[in-house]
């Protein structure tokens, strides 16, 4: 009996090493993956950097047990991870490479047309439909003066409304009388005629020991700090337009014929270097440094005019006189210099849009200047 079992026992042992023998050495010997917690992991944590996916925690949870809150862990606790195709592989970040700086390529620097030796910017004036209000009048001067020049004093009457700083520039001038359109008689507007400037020195209030100011209020001393021409008590002032020198010349392609309805000092012949005005400007598409041909055209009768009423058809112009550039772009009238004249033209004269593709030799023969 005994033997019987010895043989079973001997036989039971040899299946048991055949076993071992076919079974993959890897699960023999194959170690479990683990993490050592670190302070601030949570099971979200872990699951996300080793799997990829912090929703897999519960499962994570289950096979450690003795976790009891699987947001607040232990640090230096052992945890038991579980085999998942593919483990997340912690990425190594490597050192940044810094680019070389890239220089960047000097622009190209715009050239512009330098119109301050053609004429001085700070009396070009400006042509307004409507009538202009004055900032203030000049009412008294140094020693009763009626007539003033460049270092004299004059005291000016501000509007109520205007606020007036120490230091500010003002410009000093005369609107015209209404002037009519050249070319439909009707009424065009004015024009404003800049003699000089004045800077504000000091304020003067109500009462300055002198019978001229009393019961006034807003009154400034000023310098006249340049004038054009003489400057007279009564005139008025306005807020200074700066005007840049440099003028970049721009093509416009959009088909544009208006008229010069006026110039700077009423002349009946307009030259070269001087200033006009035409009756368009920004919401016609009008703008700073757009140039215009000036044209002498010939105007028919309507041979069908509407209602009976006579009118008039501008027949192609067959004579280029000359240019113009637009030194400055309101909403419904503009000032122009006249860059060029083959001979002079009187007020009325009309204008064509120049569009190019380069710019013309006429343009960029005038003296140059780089914009800012």
Not at 150 to 173: M, P, Q, R, S, V
Request: hydrophobic share 40%; proline share 6%; with cysteine.
């Amino acid at each position: 009996m005994r033997e019987k079992t010895g043989k079973r026992y001997f036989i039971i042992m040899l299946l048991l090493a055949a076993g071992c023998f076919f079974l993959d050495p890897s699960l023999i010997w194959a170690q479990k993956l683990t993490h050592t917690v670190q302070k601030g992991d949570t099971l979200w944590d872990i699951c996300d950097h080793y799997y990829g996916d912090p929703d897999l925690w519960p499962k994570l949870w289950q096979m450690n047990p003795f976790i009891t809150n699987p947001h607040l862990l232990r640090p230096g606790d052992v945890i038991t991870l579980f085999e998942q195709e593919p483990v997340k592989e912690v990425k190594v970040e490597k050192p940044a490479v810094e680019e070389p700086v890239k220089k960047e390529e000097p622009k190209p620097r715009v050239m512009g047309v330098d119109v301050d030796h053609l004429t001085d910017l700070d009396s070009v004036g400006f042509l307004s439909h409507e009538k202009i209000e004055s900032w203030g009048t000049l009412f008294a001067s140094d020693n009763n003066r009626i007539m003033l020049s460049e270092g004299d004093t004059a005291y000016i009457l501000f509007d109520k409304d205007k606020t007036i700083k120490i230091g500010d520039e003002f410009t000093i001038g005369k609107s015209s009388a209404i002037l009519k359109n050249p070319v439909t008689g009707k009424d065009l507007g004015y024009v404003f005629k800049v003699k000089g400037k004045v800077k504000v020195e000091e304020r003067l209030g109500l009462a300055y020991g002198d019978e001229r100011f009393y019961n006034k209020e807003n009154v400034f001393l000023t310098k006249v700090i340049k004038s054009n021409e003489p400057i007279y008590v009564d005139d008025s002032v306005l807020p200074r337009t700066k005007i840049l020198p440099c003028v970049v010349p721009v093509s416009l392609n959009k088909n544009i014929l208006a008229n010069i309805v006026a110039s700077k000092d009423q002349l009946e012949l307009i030259g070269s270097n001087h200033i006009v005005y035409i009756d368009l400007g920004l919401n016609n598409g009008i703008n700073r440094g757009h140039v215009f041909e000036v044209v002498e055209g010939n105007i028919v009768p309507d041979p069908n005019p509407e209602g009976g009423v006579s009118s008039s058809t501008i027949i192609l112009p067959d004579k280029r006189l000359g240019k113009i550039m637009i030194l400055e772009a309101r909403a419904d009238t503009s000032t122009a210099i006249v860059l060029s004249a083959k001979e002079d033209f009187s007020p009325g004269a009309y204008i064509s849009n120049l569009s190019w593709a380069e710019m013309p030799d006429s343009l960029t023969s005038i003296s140059s200047c780089p914009v800012e």
